[in-house]
């Protein structure tokens, strides 16, 4: 080889580099372990823009962009953490360990902030909080009324979204499989059902539908076709074609834009969009709060008597930011079951959600209408759980020192625009919100819906009344409705029932009031409370959806007493919307005729007594008190209970995974305690006993029994012998152990304690050698095992009391120790008479001879 033939030879072989070899591959050497390689750094880019795709679901949720940080700060420590892990060549448990760590240790500072400066630090509380968040968030955030506060203890729910696609991403992406289609579709899966996941806690109205579908169809084809190009590039070879990668992503571009049109044309109405809020119920029952309506009689006049629930002269509220004449709701009534008109959830058809739900600062409302900000303060005469609103709420703040607490608990009910707070409300809260005036004002022109309403059986005697009072109104449901509202108001009479002739027109508006004393009654007597329960009534009959409303007038100056409260009735009209039928278009203002004469003549025998007054179905202020104090007592308990759980600053969850779980781990750990507990006192009874013999024979049965439990088959018998044990004990000192025990059982002389003491060191470490041939698993297993608990056979002490001599005294020891005490399965010889013992266990040694 020439001169210049070598120099060109090793010029080469510097440009491949050390370790090429013949084979004309250069060797790349990275330049530290923790730093990514190509591959990986696209890895991590795709994981982290499919986990911002992911995290633009909760877009409609939230309000703000706090959540997405906290969702891609998440993502990027769970990227960080990942490939840490995997460049230090640990298992993947190993990050996922790591990253529960950082979820409770970061989640405090990063989604607990509106709690205080207590959720700063990684406290019993704090943690407590981030984990009920974590396991019972999704409850919350279902039932929630979107958009929800973005700065509320919820950003868990993102935070952890967030955590879990950097940590599925990167993590499939790095997963050892063999198959190379497997290899490259893994992460591209996982990161698919994390997005689903994200979809089903989102609501029917997505963020963007371009983003979750196009967008992150584009990418995750991009993704896999890398991927499946890198671990097919060994079988391929070949050099890089930027036509075929134009080709790829133009046919990516017409995928995402055929299958956006195509999506949403075969899914219809965004209203069918597949999400768990559509079946999930919240948790809130709002029948248990009893009818304002049934109350009605606390707001009126009684003219010189005096009741301590009677608020007709006290302020209940002062209202700020509307003008007089503005009616302000207490509570919307949707159905009748016969006794009273109550509110409850789903009762009504609509688009708006009828369901009491919680709500954030922002309300997602969508009515049309003038807005208005007002601001009301509860006054001496208010109380109980239902919150004075006006219009549609668009948000709602609290003002008072406990704002934070009625916030997590207020509900309201998008169709019926009532409030509520569970707690209850006190005089001097006060709040401010942001509403919408609609439009309600019931004209010629309305319409009503024909909607069917079902009305409870209770109710069938309100047919008759309708269809007599209805006859020249011709078909039209709406025209219907007005004239029977004023057939009432022409024809009825207005009684609160206060004045000494007119207690009997009592009080409710259950179907015996409406009916008997009230439609079919001579006269029509009763007040707001009877002529809104009943024109509801009747409209719903008619066919125009209909539902009682309480509420005031506001007067001027803003100040409401209870002799401003008024109800109402609001009628469905065909496009939707509730229009409101004015108490004076259905409610007289003529006092009636007195029907029983004031006088002081004393009553004759053929005078009959008015019935007396049958009581309204029960309100919360007029229970007994009694009554009331066990139920606020019962119901402070089970709030407390379920709050604070069985421990202070743990939450319920943790009781009740205590109760269902830890309970009966306890049994169970306490059973095999109990397990190791008798091994140990027999070992204990063995090594003490009363003669040297005894203590050699309990040795022995302590390894015969040590190796049973570890699973070794070992003979037992009245017949068998030690040698013969020996020969099943997986154990290198068991034969002499054996011929130890023989030795010194049936040697002439009775053995020492101290011989005793040294053999059962020596069975000790047999023991402990055997135990150590074993795996862990397998030594527990002996520990707790029952078979040496068990006996080893039939006639064990009447064979040992055969073979011990009357005249030995020793000897008949030993055969109550090793043969009856200790059940060991096998005589236990005497030393009398050793010279025939020793050559029958000589015998028994060699064998049975031909």
């Known amino acids: 080889m020439s001169p210049s033939t070598r120099a060109a030879s090793r010029h080469a072989a510097r440009e491949r580099g050390p370790g090429s070899g013949s084979t004309g591959t250069r060797t790349r050497v990275r330049p530290h372990a923790l730093l990514p390689d190509r591959h990986t750094w696209t890895d991590i880019g795709f994981t982290l823009v499919l986990a911002a795709v992911v995290l633009s679901s909760f877009g409609t949720s939230f309000t703000g962009s706090t959540y997405f940080v906290v969702g891609m700060l998440g993502a990027v420590i769970a990227v960080v953490v990942t490939h840490l892990t995997r460049a230090a060549g640990w298992p993947i448990v190993s990050a996922v360990v790591i990253c529960l760590v950082l979820f409770f240790l970061l989640g405090g500072p990063l989604c607990l902030r509106s709690l205080g400066d207590t959720s700063f630090l990684p406290g019993a509380s704090t943690l407590g909080r981030v984990a009920d968040q974590a396991v019972f968030g999704w409850k919350d955030l279902l039932t929630t009324l979107p958009p929800i506060d973005g700065e509320g203890p919820l950003l868990v729910l993102p935070w952890m979204a967030g955590m879990l696609a950097g940590l599925v991403g990167l993590a499939l992406a790095g997963l050892p499989v063999r198959r190379a289609w497997l290899a490259a579709a893994l992460p591209v899966i996982g990161m698919t059902v994390v997005l689903s996941g994200a979809i089903v806690l989102g609501v029917r109205r997505p963020q963007s539908l371009v983003v979750q579908g196009a967008v992150f169809a584009a990418l995750s084809l991009a993704w896999l076709a890398l991927r499946a190009r890198r671990a097919s590039a060994s079988v391929q070879g070949g050099s890089t074609s930027w036509l075929r990668g134009a080709g790829a992503l133009a046919m990516l571009a017409l995928a995402a834009g055929v299958a956006l049109p195509a999506s949403g044309v075969i899914a219809g109405d965004e209203d069918r969009r597949a999400v768990a809020r559509n079946w999930v119920e919240p948790p809130f029952d709002i029948g248990r709060y009893p009818s304002p309506l049934a109350g009605f009689r606390k707001y009126v006049d009684l003219k010189g008597r005096t009741d301590p629930t009677n608020v007709y002269d006290k302020t209940l509220l002062d209202v700020d930011g509307v003008p007089a004449g503005t009616l302000v709701r207490f509570a919307a009534m949707d159905r009748y079951d016969g006794m009273v008109w109550g509110a409850t959830d789903n009762a009504l058809p609509g688009p708006a959600d009828d369901s009491f739900q919680r709500v954030s600062s922002t309300i997602d409302n969508p009515v049309d209408g003038e807005e208005v900000d007002v601001t009301i303060t509860l006054g001496e005469g208010w109380s109980g759980v239902w919150l004075p609103t006006v219009g549609a709420l668009r948000s709602m703040s609290f003002e008072t020192a406990d704002a934070r607490a009625k916030a997590e608990v207020f509900r309201y009910n998008l169709a019926t625009s009532t409030a509520v707070v569970p707690t209850g409300l006190q005089p001097g809260d006060r709040y401010t919100f942001t509403a919408v005036e609609p439009d309600d004002e019931l004209t010629e022109e309305t319409v009503g819906s024909a909607e069917p309403t079902v009305l409870s059986p209770a109710a069938a005697f309100i047919q008759q009344p309708t269809e007599k009072w209805t006859e020249g109104a011709g078909t039209d449901p709406m025209d219907r409705v007005l004239a029977a509202a004023e057939h009432l108001r ?94 004076e278009s259905f409610t007289p203002i003529t006092p009636p005729a007195d029907q029983v004469p004031e006088t002081n003549t004393p009553m004759s025998g053929t005078v009959i007594p008015p019935p007396n007054p049958i009581p309204p179905p029960s309100d919360a202020g007029e229970q007994s008190d009694a009554d009331l104090k066990e139920r606020r007592a019962t119901r402070k308990k089970s709030e407390q209970d379920e709050e604070d759980g069985l421990i202070p600053d743990v939450p319920g969850w943790f009781g009740v995974v205590l109760t269902y779980v830890g309970v009966p781990l306890l049994v169970v750990a306490l059973l095999l305690g109990a397990v190791v507990g008798i091994k140990a006192w027999r070992r204990h009874r063995r090594r003490s006993a009363d003669s040297a013999s005894a203590r050699f024979v309990g040795a022995w049965r302590e390894l015969v029994d040590h190796a049973r439990d570890l699973g070794q088959v070992v003979p037992l018998g009245p017949s068998v012998t030690r040698r013969e044990q020996s020969a099943g004990i997986v154990s290198g000192q068991a034969g002499a152990l054996a011929r130890r025990a023989d030795s010194f059982v049936f040697g002439p002389r009775t053995p020492e304690v101290a011989s005793a003491t040294t053999y059962w060191e020596s069975v000790d ?63 236990r010889p005497t030393p009398g008479r050793a010279a025939r013992l020793r050559g029958l266990a000589d015998w028994r040694s060699r064998g049975t001879p031909d």
């Open 490 to 583: 022409s024809e009825g009479k207005y009684s609160d029932g206060v004045g000494r002739t007119e207690r009997v027109y009592v009080a409710g508006h259950s179907s015996w009031r409406l009916s008997d004393e009230f439609v079919n009654a001579p006269q029509i007597v009763g007040n707001d409370e009877q002529y809104a329960a009943t024109m509801a009534l009747i409209a719903n009959e008619i066919g125009v959806p209909a539902r009682v409303v309480l509420g005031a007038v506001v007067p001027e100056g803003g100040r409401v007493t209870g002799k401003e409260v008024a109800a109402w009735v609001e009628l469905r009209a065909a496009d939707g919307s509730w229009r409101t039928l004015p108490t």
């Open 765 to 827: 470490a047999e023991r402990r050698a055997m135990s150590r041939e074993v795996g862990r698993w397998q030594r527990v297993r002996a520990a707790v095992s029952l078979r040496s608990l068990r006996p080893g056979g039939r006639g064990q002490a009447a064979a040992a009391a055969a073979a011990a001599p009357d005249t030995a005294a020793d000897g008949a020891a030993d055969a109550a120790a090793g043969g009856q005490a200790d059940g060991a399965g096998e005589p």
